[in-house]
C-alpha cells in the first residue's frame, strides 16, 4: 500500500511538504510529488509527526475484559497517534511469565492496530515478594524489555536492588510506580489544603519523593536504569534533576491529567478525578510543565487506566483509581505545552515519540522524518477543536476526566509501518 500526504509541515516547520509513504517506508519527500497509485491525502496546513510511543498503558486483558480489550485499547492508540504502546502488567493473571507476555504480544499482533508491548511484572503476582523470571520473559517472542510492578511499589530495596542489576544484564528498563506504602495508608487525594477541606485522608508528595530519591541511588549504585512513572510532585522534579546531574540512569514520564488538572477539582467528589498519584496543586502542574519542557521529565505517558461504571460511579472512598488517556493525551499537551509556548511540534515529537522510543529500546519507533525511515507517524489538525465525549472513545470504559472540555488540535490520521491505522475519528483495518 502507498499514500501521498499532500502539504503537510514535517514537525509543523518550514514550507509544506508532500511525503509518499510506500512499502512501509517514507520513500520521497519533495514538492509536487506525483501520486502515481498512491492514495492521496489532503494534509494541507496538518502537522506531520513520528507516531507516538506510549510506556504506560493498561490494556486489563486478560482478566477485566469488560473494561478493555487488546482490540479496544489497540484501537484507542490508533485513534490518538500512537503507534507502539506498552501495556502494564497489572492484569489478572498478572504478566509475570512467558505464557502471559507472548499471549499479549501475539494479541496486539493479531489486531495489528499498534505494536503492543508487554511490560512485564517484576515481582511474582505484583507482591513485592520474590523476584519474577526477568530473564525468561526478556528472550521470549515478546522481547520484553520493560518492567513494571505499577499499581504496586516495589517496596523492598534488595528486591529493587537485584532488579535494577537485571536491568543492566537485559538491557532494560525497571518502571518504578514511586508510593512508599507506610505513608500512604487509606490515601485518598493530594495531602495539603483540598483533601483537608473535602475530608479526604491524604496521600504526601514525600511517599513519592523518597522512593525516587532511593531508586535514583540505587541505580547509581547498581548502573542499572530506572523509569520513574508517573511524576506527579515538584520535589520529585528535584530529586530527578540532582539525579541526573550526577550521572544516574534514570528517566521518567509525566501524564496528561498531572499536566492540566489540579487537586481543586475534587471538591465535586466525583471519583472519576480519582487517580494514583494523585492530582496535586497548581505549584506542582507548573513545575512539571516545565521540567517536561527542559527535558528533566523525558517523556508524556498516558496511564490510561480504563474502569468498569461500577467501579467509580460509586462513594470517593471506594472508587479505583485510574483515568483513560489514549484519545486525549496530543490534545492535553497540545493545550498545556504548545498553546503555553513551552514546547513546538518538534518538543512534541521529543517527548510523546522519540524519548520513549528511546527508553524503550525500540529501534524502528520515534525516527527521524526522512526518506528510508519507517513510516510510522501521526497526523495532526493544529488549528482543530473538540469536545470530549467518553462515550463516543474506542475505549470500552468512558472515565475520562476531561468530559465537556474543549480541547485543542486533534490527531486526523495515524500510520503503522505505512498503513493507515486510524483516519478522521475511524479505526482502519
Ligand atoms: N493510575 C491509577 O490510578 N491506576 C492504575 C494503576 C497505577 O498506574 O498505579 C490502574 O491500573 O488502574
Ligand atoms: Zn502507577
Ligand atoms: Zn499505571
Known amino acids: 500500500m502507498s499514500a501521498l500526504l499532500r502539504g503537510v509541515l514535517l514537525y509543523g516547520e518550514g514550507e509544506p511538504v508532500d511525503v509518499l509513504v510506500d512499502d512501509g517506508v517514507i520513500a520521497r519527500i519533495g514538492t ?11 494534509a ?9 510511543v506510549d510506556l504506560h498503558t493498561h490494556l486489563r486483558e486478560p482478566g477485566r475484559e469488560d473494561t478493555e480489550t487488546i482490540a479496544t485499547g489497540s484501537a484507542a492508540a490508533a485513534l490518538g497517534g500512537y503507534t507502539a504502546v506498552f501495556a502494564m502488567a497489572n492484569t489478572d493473571p498478572v504478566a509475570d511469565t512467558q505464557l502471559v507476555v507472548e499471549h ?6 493479531a489486531v495489528g492496530l ?4 508487554p511490560v512485564g511484572a517484576v515481582t511474582v503476582g505484583l507482591k513485592g515478594e520474590k523476584l519474577a523470571e526477568l530473564g525468561t520473559m526478556a528472550r521470549s517472542a515478546a522481547g520484553v524489555r520493560v518492567f513494571s510492578d505499577d499499581g504496586h511499589c516495589v517496596h523492598d530495596p534488595l ?7 537485571y536491568s543492566k544484564a537485559l538491557d532494560a528498563v525497571i518502571a518504578q510506580h ?5 505513608l500512604t495508608v487509606g490515601a485518598q487525594a493530594n495531602e495539603g489544603e483540598v483533601a483537608s477541606r473535602l475530608g479526604l485522608a491524604g496521600w504526601p508528595a514525600v511517599a513519592e519523593e523518597a522512593i525516587v530519591a ?3 541511588l540505587l541505580a547509581k549504585h547498581t548502573g542499572g536504569r530506572l523509569h520513574v512513572c508517573h511524576v506527579s510532585t515538584t520535589g520529585t522534579v528535584d530529586v530527578l534533576r540532582w539525579a541526573k546531574a550526577r550521572g544516574t540512569g534514570v528517566s521518567a514520564e509525566v501524564t496528561p491529567h498531572h499536566l492540566l488538572l489540579t487537586d481543586e477539582v475534587l471538591a465535586s467528589y466525583d471519583p472519576v478525578n480519582k487517580v494514583n498519584p494523585p492530582l496535586r496543586t497548581s505549584v506542582d502542574v507548573q513545575a512539571l510543565r516545565a521540567a517536561l519542557a527542559e527535558g528533566i521529565v523525558d517523556c508524556v505517558a498516558t496511564d490510561h487506566a480504563p474502569h468498569a461504571p461500577q467501579d467509580k460511579d460509586c462513594e470517593w472512598s471506594s472508587a479505583r483509581p485510574g483515568m483513560l488517556g489514549l484519545q486525549t493525551a496530543l490534545s492535553v499537551v497540545a493545550h498545556t505545552m504548545v498553546a503555553t509556548e513551552l514546547l513546538d511540534w518538534r518538543g512534541v515529537a521529543r517527548v510523546m515519540s522519540e524519548r520513549p522510543a528511546q527508553i524503550a529500546g525500540l529501534p524502528d519507533q520515534g525516527r527521524p522524518l526522512a526518506e528510508g525511515e519507517p513510516a510510522n507517524l501521526a497526523l495532526v489538525d493544529p488549528d482543530a477543536r473538540w469536545t470530549v465525549r467518553g462515550s463516543e472513545f474506542a475505549s470500552i470504559a468512558a472515565n475520562t476526566p ?16 505505512g498503513r493507515i491505522t486510524a483516519h478522521e475519528g475511524k479505526v482502519c483495518g
Open 214 to 216: 532511593r531508586d535514583c
Open 104 to 109: 499479549v504480544w501475539r494479541q496486539g499482533q
Open 402 to 417: 476531561f468530559e465537556g472540555m474543549e480541547l485543542p488540535a486533534r490527531v486526523v490520521m495515524t500510520m503503522l509501518r
Open 178 to 182: 514511586a508510593e512508599e506504602p507506610e
Open 32 to 42: 509536487d510529488l506525483d501520486a502515481g497509485g498512491a492514495e492521496v491525502v489532503d
Open 44 to 52: 494541507r496546513g496538518k502537522v506531520l509527526l513520528p507516531g507516538f
Open 159 to 165: 528486591l529493587m536492588r537485584r532488579a535494577l542489576e
Open 114 to 117: 499498534v505494536d503492543v508491548h
